[in-house]
C-alpha cells in the first residue's frame, strides 16, 4: 500500500474510495428516496394501525352499549315477573275473600232454606177452624160474595159520579 499524503487520499484510502459531491448527492438522493418509500410504506402501516386502533375502540363502545342495553333489559325482564307475582298476589287475596264469603254464603243458605221450609211446613199444617167437610155448594156462595165485594172496592164510591159523565160536554156561557 502507498502511504497517503493529503487528507482527501486518506480518507479515500480508508474508504476505499474518493467521493465526488455528484456522486455524493446522487447517494443521497437515493438514500432520500429509499427512506421516501420507506415513510410511504410507515404511513400506511401507521394508518392501517390507527385504524386498526380506532376500529378497536369502536368495537369497545359498541360493546359498552350491548352490555348496558343488555343489562336494561335484564332489569326490565326483572320487573315484569315481579309485577306478574304482585298481580297473582292480589288476584289470591281476592280470590281468597271472594270465596270465604262463598263458603259463608253456602252454609247460610242451606240453614236459610230450611228455615223457609219449617214455616212453610208449619203454615201447611195449622187448622184455620175449616170444617173437615165442605160443601160445593157453599163454596160457590162464599166466591160470589167475594167477587161482589172486589166489584165494589174496584171503584171508589167518589168516582162513580164522576164516571157518569155526559156524551156531549154543555156550552159554557161567557159573562
Known amino acids: 500500500m502507498t502511504p497517503c499524503k493529503t487528507l482527501r487520499k486518506q480518507l479515500a484510502c480508508a474508504i476505499g ?3 465526488r459531491w455528484a456522486d455524493a448527492i446522487a447517494s443521497t438522493d437515493a438514500r432520500i428516496g429509499s427512506i421516501e418509500v420507506k ?10 394501525s390507527q385504524k386498526k386502533t ?17 343489562g336494561a333489559m335484564t332489569t326490565d ?7 306478574t307475582v304482585d298481580a297473582v298476589r292480589t288476584a289470591n287475596k281476592d280470590a281468597s275473600s271472594t ?5 259463608c254464603a253456602m252454609h247460610d243458605e242451606p240453614s236459610d232454606l230450611l228455615e223457609q221450609a219449617n214455616e ?10 175449616v ?10 156462595v162464599e166466591l160470589d160474595a167475594l167477587s161482589q165485594e172486589v ?14 159523565q155526559p156524551d156531549k160536554p154543555e156550552a159554557v156561557k161567557a159573562t
Open 151 to 164: 166489584e165494589e172496592e174496584a171503584t171508589p164510591s167518589y168516582l162513580l159520579d164522576s164516571l157518569a
Open 17 to 19: 474510495w474518493l467521493p
Open 39 to 48: 415513510i410511504h410504506k410507515l404511513d400506511t402501516k401507521l394508518a392501517r
Open 99 to 103: 270465596l270465604t264469603r262463598l263458603m
Open 77 to 83: 325482564n326483572l320487573r315484569n315477573p315481579m309485577a
Open 54 to 70: 380506532y376500529e378497536a375502540q369502536l368495537d369497545q363502545l359498541t360493546q359498552q352499549t350491548f352490555n348496558m342495553e343488555s
Open 120 to 129: 212453610i211446613q208449619e203454615t201447611m199444617g195449622r187448622s184455620y177452624g
Open 131 to 140: 170444617p173437615d167437610e165442605l160443601d160445593g155448594a157453599d163454596l160457590e
